[in-house]
T-cell receptor
């Protein structure tokens, strides 16, 4: 079974500061993918970034980067130069690569950017 | 369409009634997913379609829940004899394989909020 743990229910960050959202995972599968999604108040889940378990380098996508530490089973999301529009719920999710197409999500972190 | 469309956006019903929730995926996306998101929780997997067939329905909580995708495009999630515990946001997503280095990136709709009184 797969499990995603997000231990920060809420975070407040000053605008323009960097923020790290924590995610740890548990799986027995040797091959898997890790995702981060953003959910603004409109409700739609927006894909941010992906990291494959065998990727040699940490994923980056604009202001988003994924701090992947495989031995520690962590996949923290780093947002640089935060903006007011970053205020939202953030979910970490995992997918096994062995034909299992479903995502397992964490409980999320509510990020609030303070002007 | 440009995105995943879900209707209705809000549905209020009485306990015991039958409900249908519709999902119109991105054109050309062969895979379609239903998730349920309860208040304060992350989405939980319900069912996954590849084409017209349900490839994995292991997340459906019981036999009151059923989903179809008869022509491989639009899908309907059907809930019979609704209970108060069914109240949640039902999210639909679609994907096309191999769009990002082999990652299965899901595009979600805005969801259908179901309230059972």
């Amino acid at each position: 079974a797969q499990k995603i743990t997000q231990t920060q229910p809420g975070m407040f960050v000053q605008e323009k500061e960097a923020v790290t959202l924590d995610c740890t995972y548990d799986t027995s599968d040797p091959s898997y993918g890790l995702f981060w999604y953003k959910q603004p108040s409109s409700g739609e889940m927006i894909f941010l970034i992906y990291q494959g378990s065998y990727d040699q380098q940490n994923a980056t996508e604009g202001r988003y980067s994924l701090n992947f530490q495989k031995a520690r089973k962590s996949a923290n999301l780093v947002i640089s130069a935060s903006q007011l529009g970053d205020s939202a719920m953030y979910f970490c999710a995992m997918e096994s690569n062995f034909g299992n197409e479903k995502l397992t999500f964490g409980t999320g972190t509510r990020l609030t950017i303070i002007p | 369409g440009a995105g995943v469309s879900q209707t209705p956006s809000n549905k209020v019903t009485e306990k015991g009634k039958y409900v249908e929730l519709r999902c119109d995926p991105i054109s050309g996306h062969t895979a379609l997913y239903w998730y349920r998101q309860s208040l304060g929780q992350g989405p939980e997997f319900l069912i996954y379609f590849q084409g017209t067939g349900a490839a994995d329905d292991s997340g459906l909580p019981n036999d009151r829940f059923f989903a179809v995708r008869p022509e491989g495009s639009v899908s309907t999630l059907k809930i019979q004899r609704t209970e108060r515990g069914d109240s949640a946001v039902y999210l639909c997503a679609s994907s096309s394989p191999g769009t990002l280095s082999g990652a299965n990136v899901l595009t979600f709709g805005a969801g259908s909020r179901l309230t059972v009184l």
